[in-house]
C-alpha cells in the first residue's frame, strides 16, 4: 500500500505545475469574484486553455458550466468549484476494455516520434508485464535510431525479457516478422514492438507502420492487436496533432503520456481525450523502471486540484 500511495505522492509532485496554472487560479476567480457573470466565466476559459485544456475542450466545459449554474439556480462562485471539478473530470474515461490486451494474447505495437520515451516506455512496459508473471518477447523495430536497439537491450536484460533484435539499420518489418515467429512459437502472451520514430519524411515513416500491420495481420491474425503512441506531455496542443497525424497510418487504440514530473501541460490529458476520443493508457512520472503507470482519469483530476496538506493522507487504491 505504501507503494501505491508514493506514487499518487509522485503524481502530485509531478503535476505540481499544472496545479499552479490551473487549481489555484481557479481557486483565485472563486475567491474574488461576488457573482457569476460574463467575467467570472472568461476568466475561467483563460486558466482553463493556459492549462492546455484546448480550446475545443474549455469551451465544452464552459458551457455545461453554464447550463448547470443556470439549471441549478447558483449564484455564489464558490459552488462552483467543485461542479467545475466534476465536469472536467467527465471529459476522461477509460473503456472497460481499456486493457483487455493485457490478458490475452497479444502484440502491442508502440509509435510515435523520436526524443518522446518511445523506446524506454516499450522497456518499462515489458518490466511491468514480467513481473505479473507474462511471458514477454520484444521487438527492437526502432533500427534507425543511433543506439535505440543498445538502449532497449539494456531495458530488456534488467527486466528479464527475450528480445529479438538485428543489426542498426536493418528493415523494421523484418525485426517484426522475426518477432512474430518467436512470439508464436515460444508461446508469448505480449509481443510489444518498439517502432521507428523518424526516417527521411513523415510519407516513408507512415508507410512502414502501414508495412508492419500488414505483417502483423497476416503472420498472426489471431492475435490481440494494441497501438500504443507515445507522447510528450511537456509539449501541450503539439501532442494533438502527433496523434492525429500518426492516426492517418495507424488504428491507436491509446496513448502513453511520458515526462509529466515537472511539466505545466498537463491538462494536455484532458484535451488529448476530450478532443480525440482516445483514452491515455499510461503515464510516466520519472526515469526509474516502475515510473511508467496505469493511468486513473479521477487519480489525474484530484492530484491537479489536490493541495499537498489535502493529499497527505491519501492512498491510491487503483490496481497497477
Same mark, same amino acid.
Given at each position: ?171 523494421? %518489418?523484418? @525485426?517484426?516478422?522475426?518477432?512474430? *515467429? $518467436?512470439?508464436? =512459437? ?8 518498439? #517502432? /521507428? ?43 494533438? %496533432?502527433? @496523434?492525429?497525424?500518426?492516426?492517418? *497510418? $495507424?488504428?491507436? =487504440? ?8 515537472? #511539466? /505545466? ?56
Amino acid at each position: 500500500m505504501e507503494e501505491k500511495k508514493s506514487f499518487f505522492r509522485k503524481l502530485m509532485d509531478g503535476l505540481a505545475k499544472t496545479r499552479d496554472n490551473i487549481a489555484d487560479g481557479i481557486d483565485s476567480i472563486f475567491s474574488g469574484f461576488s457573482g457569476i457573470d460574463d467575467e467570472f466565466y472568461e476568466e475561467i476559459e483563460e486558466i482553463l486553455i493556459m492549462g492546455d485544456l484546448g480550446v475545443d475542450t474549455t469551451m465544452t466545459v464552459l458551457d455545461n458550466l453554464k447550463e448547470q449554474v443556470k439549471e441549478k439556480h447558483i449564484r455564489d462562485p464558490e459552488e462552483c468549484r467543485q461542479l467545475l471539478i466534476d465536469l472536467i473530470r467527465g471529459q476522461m474515461s477509460l473503456p472497460e476494455t481499456a486493457y483487455e490486451f493485457e490478458n490475452r494474447k497479444s502484440v502491442v505495437l508502440v509509435i510515435g516520434v523520436n526524443g518522446v520515451g518511445k523506446t524506454t516506455s516499450v522497456g518499462k512496459l515489458a518490466a511491468g508485464w514480467k513481473a505479473q508473471g507474462k511471458k514477454v518477447i520484444v521487438a527492437a523495430g526502432d533500427t534507425f535510431r543511433a543506439g535505440a536497439i543498445e538502449q532497449l537491450e539494456e531495458w530488456c536484460r534488467r527486466a528479464g525479457v527475450d528480445i529479438v533484435a538485428q543489426q542498426e539499420g536493418s528493415d523494421p %518489418a523484418a @525485426v517484426i516478422y522475426d518477432a512474430l *515467429a $518467436a512470439a508464436k =512459437s515460444r508461446n508469448a502472451d505480449i509481443l510489444v514492438c518498439d #517502432t /521507428a520514430g523518424r526516417l527521411h519524411n513523415k510519407k516513408n515513416l507512415m508507410e512502414e507502420l502501414g508495412k508492419i500491420n500488414r505483417i502483423i495481420q497476416r503472420e498472426y491474425p489471431e492475435a490481440y492487436r494494441e497501438t500504443l503512441i507515445v507522447v510528450d506531455g511537456t509539449i501541450g496542443q503539439n501532442a494533438l %496533432a502527433q @496523434v492525429r497525424q500518426f492516426r492517418d *497510418a $495507424a488504428d491507436i =487504440s491509446g496513448i502513453i503520456l511520458t515526462k509529466l514530473d515537472g #511539466t /505545466a501541460k498537463g491538462g494536455i490529458a484532458i484535451a488529448i481525450q476530450a478532443e480525440l476520443g482516445v483514452p491515455v493508457k499510461y503515464i510516466g512520472l520519472g526515469e526509474q523502471i516502475d515510473d511508467l503507470q496505469k493511468f486513473d482519469p479521477d487519480e489525474y483530476v484530484n492530484a491537479i486540484f489536490t493541495t499537498k496538506e489535502d493529499g497527505k493522507d491519501h492512498v491510491d487504491t487503483r490496481e497497477v
